[in-house]
């Protein structure tokens, strides 16, 4: 037969038209069942096809992600309904079935409540008076299969009423599914005595069970996907704050009054007129944002992830915005709604799972009525409810602002959670926070005494963010808050990773991380004000995003919250100190040699004293710490324990007006001695000992002095060797390699390791004055562990690798580029490359920083072989997507490199390395500002 006409425009399907044309498929293809199924299915096809254009459409044009999820659900009801009536009529041909055969065709789930991803299943229940039929089996199986060939996931049951009612009773997912029921086709008697049944026999009596299990349902979904509403890749539909969240708010109020439609009698009777605009709004923001999500993957996809967010800001309308690009402006969009999300969570669910009497009119009959138990406290205004921290009256703010903070530093001290009542009541009272109290001195001290002398200020500054008091009181802090970081370094929002630092800090104090950080944990008590600690962990990220850098932003921003929070000017000054130099400890730790006295003497200059480096080694470690899950580590613990010694014994022999001479006199005296114990131990190394740079002698024990020696005399029969092994407190491998040195030797063995799966994360080069190279590398695999751990078989064979490496034997080539692709793909990586000759006197300190690849560190060391120049160390570390590494290199002559020209030819060749041309996925990247990765 000839082709069906097809719809010209995207319109939404039309019931009629498809009805219609399944009747014409029918009368031409009599006698011809296959036929008349595949001719069916192509009409059903092309209206699935047409209802979601015409959403995307719609969507496109401005209309509400809710409403567009009711197009997407109305659409499918067409193709159901339609295939339904099909099988009926023109398959089946069962126009008058018995009792027996009656069957009605539900829709559940979120199906059922009438919204629709593009990609979501459609759950449906098959609903009949008794037992299984031949018919509905048939009907049935013809159904199911013809929706999977449209490509559509179903989810679906097959049940009688008393199953429905039975099995509703033991498994709340089924419940759940239930509560929502809405019918599609077939026997409407049959649904509605569902309907009726299930009110009666499963939700009559049960409200406060079923509260409780879906707010344990709601803590294990957020613990799988993540127990952070702030997470920089959220999940739309699962992770705390999303849709899943306002859906379990919607089940609670449905089952409160399943006769009023979705629930609203209850939302309406919980929620104030401006909150339940803020649901409203959060409702469609959130529903947009997935809907897009599903279309611009072309499946159902609920993690917004960095390959898609440009992506939908630019569709849902985002533009930059001074140093904002449209990107981080959506996010934070997102961020903010999600933080609505959880205090509008907060209200409603907190307030049923805690009180169970002060319930809504029309709730409280179906919750257990029991006796309240409320207890007066010493602090005025404020009591004790149920065992939470609830206010006296509706007037505590009004008649005094200060109890505000007031409120959380008693809850802080008296370890009790916020009753949803209080929760709520200082979200409606945020207007009272005027500039007269933000400068209120009994407002400054409770604050301060949450924040630097609290029991838990991590949970109390959360609950204050939550509530919107922190930014509000502290507008610095205000700023930063659900802004995004858009990079695969960090795993949170600025303001939720700053108060996961602030916690960090009260876990080292109260002695709960002592075995992580156990330098941090003995040197805290020393720190004389804690106050200016808290402050600056608080602040230390308020300059993120500003136009004259994060340092120095930060810091203007963190004198003006001092200032106005009546602190001392000294105090104040310090804090700002702190907040302005808060990267400087690790970049100095991981990007500098700490054995060079050029490195501890410049860090020495900027710290000044021993308090300021105490204080900056805990707020190094906290803010760090803070970034993610899996970023500290022991190698980045044992350089910044390294350079911390190093300065503290700098600043115990005293500085005059060169810090580095006493640091290089002390090396000096150091390194001769040991070279009389190594030759008193091993005679046969005073030759290689007497030639060793006085360097060589101040980073390693006299153990490993003896090992190298022994190393050095196998090097000199066979030309290299190597030995390995697992360095723990570094949580690294340890590969120390002995050869003749030659051109490009550091670059060679730097490939064969690449080509090994082991990544550099530091080395350093020796170079004795008779020509044999000692190279130390630290190694670890691609999950962050030290290379070979609990392997001696696969350290001994990257030994035997990088031998032959070093010999010449088998030299890999250049790296070549790997196409981009997944959520590294998303980023556009600028290039830099910096040459500092003022770092130290010894050398030309090098740094290359640009996407982070296999290979990169061999391809830079290359470069600079074929540049003639020597590596004296690499310090090599990565943030996310971006890799940042430092060499100190000298030129033939062992010299600085000063020439104007070679400097600009080096740097164009290293950017060529970092600039490799690569394959990029077909989104459009997200463009990071320059800025450090902290």
Known sequence: MSALP???????????????????????????????????????????????????????AGAGGVEVARDLARAAD????????????????????????????????????????????????????????????????????????????????????????????????????????????????????????????????????????????????????????????????????????????????????????????????????????????????????????????????????????????AQMGYAGRGEAPAVERFMRRYFLTAKEVGALTRTFCAKLEADRIK?????????????????????????????????????????????????????????????????????????????????????????????????????????????????????????????????????????????????????????????????????????????????????????????????????????????RLGLSRHKGELVSWLVEHHLVLSDYAQKRDVADPDTVAAFARIVENPERLRLLLVLTVADVRAVGPGVWNGWKGQLMRDLYAATEAAFRGGRGADPAAGVRTRQAELAEAARRRLIEVDPAAADWAASMEDAYFAVFSEGEQAAHADLVRRAETTGAAASARTRVARNAAELVLAARDRKGLFADVAAALAAAGADVVGARVFTSRTGLALDVFHVQDARGEPYGSGHPAVLGKVCHEIEAAARGEGVATRTPARPITGRSAAFAISPAVAVDNEATKAATVVEASGRDRPGLLADLARVLADAGLSIQSAHVDSYGERAVDAFYVHDENGERLAEPRRITALKAALEGVLEQTETRAPTAPIRIRAGRAR
């Open 78 to 313: 067409v193709v159901v309904r339609a295939l339904w009536d099909f099988a009926h009529v023109h398959v089946l041909r069962t126009r008058n079935p018995t009792a027996g055969e009656r069957l009605a065709l539900v829709a559940t789930g979120g199906y059922g409540r009438g919204v629709l991803a593009p990609y979501s299943d459609l759950d449906l229940l098959f609903l009949r008076p008794w037992k299984e039929t031949a018919f509905s089996e048939s009907l049935i199986e013809f159904m199911l299969y013809a929706l999977w060939d449209l490509g559509l996931k179903v989810g679906w049951a097959s049940r009688s009423i008393d199953e429905c009612v039975k099995l509703s009773r033991e498994d709340m997912t089924i419940r759940t599914a239930l509560l929502e029921m809405r019918p599609l086709a077939g026997d409407a008697a049959l649904s509605e005595k569902l309907r009726a049944r299930f009110v009666k026999d499963v939700i009559k009596g049960t409200a406060a069970a079923f509260v409780e299990a879906k707010l344990k349902e709601r803590d294990a979904r957020h613990a799988k996907t993540g127990a952070s509403r702030y997470q920089v890749e959220p999940n739309v539909k699962d992770g705390k704050g999303g849709l899943r969240d306002l859906n379990t708010l919607f089940w609670i109020a449905r089952y409160f009054a399943p006769e009023s439609p979705l629930g609203l009698k209850t939302l309406t009777t919980l929620y104030s007129g401006k909150e339940q605009r803020t649901f409203e709004q959060a409702f469609d923001f959130l529903w947009a944002v997935r809907i897009r999500l599903h279309f611009a993957a072309g499946r159902a996809e609920e993690r917004l992830g960095f390959d898609r967010q440009a992506e939908l800001a």
């Open 359 to 563: 319930a809504p009119q029309g709730l409280s009959r179906l919750l257990p009525s029991r006796k309240r138990r409320k207890k007066k406290l010493d602090v005025e205004g404020f009591v004790e409810d149920d065992g939470r921290l609830s206010i006296a009256g509706p007037k505590v703010f009004e008649q005094d602002p200060v109890n505000l903070l007031r409120l959380f530093r008693t809850a802080d001290q008296m370890d009790l959670d916020l009753h949803p009542d209080a929760f709520t009541a200082v979200s409606r009272s945020l207007a009272l926070v005027t500039p007269r109290l933000r400068r209120d001195p009994e407002a400054a001290r409770a604050f301060l005494d949450v924040l630097a002398r609290g029991n838990q200020p991590y949970r109390i500054l959360t609950l204050m963010n939550d509530a919107g008091l922190l930014g509000r009181f502290l507008p610095e802090f205000g700023r930063i808050v659900a802004q995004t970081q858009l990079n695969m370094y960090h795993a949170y929002t600025v303001d939720d990773h700053t108060l996961r630092a602030v916690g960090i800090i009260k876990d080292i104090e109260q002695g709960r991380l002592a075995e992580e950080h156990p330098l941090s944990a003995s040197i805290l008590p020393m720190i004389a004000d804690r106050e200016a600690l808290y402050l600056a962990m608080l602040l230390h990220d308020t300059g993120k995003g500003g136009s004259r850098g994060q340092a120095v932003d930060g810091a203007i921003a963190a004198r003006r919250a001092c200032e």
């Open 6 to 60: 097809r719809p010209a425009r995207a319109l939404a399907p039309d019931p009629a038209e498809v009805s219609a044309r399944l009747e014409m498929i029918a009368a031409a293809t009599e006698g011809d069942d296959v036929e008349r199924r595949r001719l069916a299915l192509s009409v059903l096809r092309e209206t699935l096809e047409q209802g979601r254009a015409s959403a995307k459409a719609r969507l496109d």
